[in-house]
């Protein structure tokens, strides 16, 4: 059985939240390994990883650049589904320059919008079931979602998916600075509330890239499931 973490959530909002100094980024230093076509083309099962997942125009590369703290690890586009193969990141060691083996970012194929052959289509879909129940270095999946709008289809398979294999997950409403305050916080209780409807087990977090609303937060979900991990500090 999957270790699960269910901290409580909540909004922040604050236009400096999250642009600290590098040190202060427990996720920064992230560098990017390979980019594989199919699960068995991954590092080595072992250590810990999160992937990332997500509608390819919910914000899922931008998401991934501020939580890292680097504007161009993870590839953005004004043409959304440009990720179209598992890549791989990998975080050093605390106060180490050397990147660790063991633990991993793993950003998905984005879902939903790409142009692309159905046979591919389907080889996404195909892989990224594999590997999301059969990684045994998986801990948690972070997946990203426009705040702005309901869950797509893609989001509830996605969650109830993890629901069915324990699998930790934090939902990051993505784009809250396109809405007031008043606006993301009704949107984010709705949500929760057809997640407790739904009886899937995931947390959320109002985020924006741009703003740095919900960074802290979502930097310290992510390095929580992987201090669950691998014990470390």
Sequence with gaps: MR????????????????????????????????????????????????????????????????????????????????????????????N???LCAGRRLVDLPGYGYAKVPPALRDHWRHAIDHYLRNRQSLRGLVLIADIRHALTAFDRQMLAFCADIELPCVVLLSKADKLSRAQARTRQREVDAEIAKEHWRARTIAFSAPAGTGLDEARAAVTALLKDATGAE
């Design 96 to 98: 180490e320059t050397a």
């Design 3 to 94: 270790q699960t973490r269910h901290p409580g959530h909540g909004l922040a909002w604050t236009q400096a939240q999250g642009r600290k100094k590098a040190s202060d980024n427990p996720l920064h230093g992230a560098a990017f390994v390979l980019a594989a076509h199919r699960p068995d083309q991954l590092p080595s099962d072992a250590g810990a990883e999160i992937a990332f997942a997500g509608r390819s125009n919910a914000g899922k590369s931008s998401a991934l650049n501020a939580l890292t703290g680097h504007s161009s690890l993870a590839r953005t586009s004004k043409t959304p589904g440009r990720t179209q193969q598992l890549v791989v990141f990998a975080l050093p060691e605390k």
